[in-house]
């Protein structure tokens, strides 16, 4: 639970540096502790790993929203062209 417990720890404000900040997490303990997930989530994305490997992202809704309207606006321009 190491790379969760640097993430949770630093986030609830009990004095980790800034540089042990890591906004990831092993899909396990994603499971675990789903609330905690979410409220890191509302704050910056956080990467989901499972065996070692990056295979998901978690962000807020309004990150989400401001993505897609990106990626729409860029597509649009594309087919501007």
Same mark, same amino acid.
């Given at each position: 639970m190491a790379?969760?417990?640097?993430?949770?720890?630093?986030?609830?404000?009990?004095?980790?540096?800034?540089?042990?900040? !890591?906004?990831? &997490?092993?899909?396990? @303990?994603?499971?675990?502790?789903?609330?905690?997930? #979410?409220?890191?989530?509302?704050? /910056?994305p956080v990467?989901?790993?499972?065996?070692?490997?990056?295979?998901?992202? !978690?962000?807020? &809704?309004?990150?989400? @929203?401001?993505?897609e309207a990106?990626?729409?606006? #860029?597509?649009?321009?594309?087919? /501007?062209?």
């Amino acid at each position: 639970m190491a790379l969760f417990a640097k993430s949770w720890l630093h986030t609830s404000g009990l004095g980790w540096p800034e540089e042990m900040h !890591m906004n990831e &997490m092993s899909s396990t @303990e994603a499971k675990t502790h789903f609330g905690a997930l #979410l409220d890191m989530a509302q704050r /910056e994305p956080v990467t989901i790993h499972k065996k070692g490997r990056a295979v998901a992202v !978690m962000l807020s &809704m309004q990150d989400f @929203e401001e993505h897609e309207a990106m990626k729409l606006k #860029l597509l649009q321009q594309a087919n /501007e062209r």
